[in-house]
């Protein structure tokens, strides 16, 4: 059993990748700045299950224990992504609008000149009301989930 909750956490977040890289590539939705963070994770939790998968024996419930955190991290960062996608906190100056009241023509131009391609704060795509921040906390909770039940599984 534990086998095969390592192997479905590790899909998962596989899975989770080639949506992303559908959407960006396929779609033709680049990512802004805190969507590639949460992808990092996705990618350190496919490397982890690999591992785990490869060599069983002792030390593999710290893995897997790394492997939910990876999830989890990347789940944190959605939920924070969709706050600010939502307005419900401000996100990194480098990837979300701010006001341009008060700057000399000279410093609006450098603003706009140094603006990010793709805004954090604003939601490209939705599926029942739900972001793909969203989308994504949702999913890695639940890897989450997959990978501490493998952890605390009999090998």
């Known amino acids: 059993m534990r086998r095969i909750l390592i192997l479905a956490a590790t899909l998962g977040s596989a899975a989770m990748m080639l949506g992303a890289l559908g959407f ?9 700045k805190m969507c590639y963070w949460q992808r990092y994770p996705h990618v350190a939790a496919v490397g982890i299950g690999i591992l785990a998968l490869l060599l069983p024996g002792a030390g593999l419930t710290a893995l897997l224990y790394l492997g939910a ?3 989890l991290i990347t789940g944190g960062i959605g939920v924070y992504h969709t706050g600010v996608e939502r307005g419900y906190w401000e996100g990194p100056t480098t990837c979300t609008s701010s006001p341009i009241g008060g700057l000399s ?10 603006a990010p391609l793709v805004r954090c ?5 939705e599926l029942f009301s739900l972001s793909m921040a969203s989308w994504n ?5 639940a890897l989450a989930c997959l990978w501490i039940a493998a952890a605390r599984s009999k090998p």
């Open 69 to 71: 955190l990876a999830a």
């Open 105 to 114: 023509p000279e410093q609006l131009m450098e603003q706009i000149m140094g």
């Open 137 to 141: 906390a949702i999913i890695s909770f």
């Open 24 to 32: 960006q590539y396929i779609g033709e939705m680049a990512p802004c």
């Open 121 to 125: 704060d604003e939601v490209p795509w």
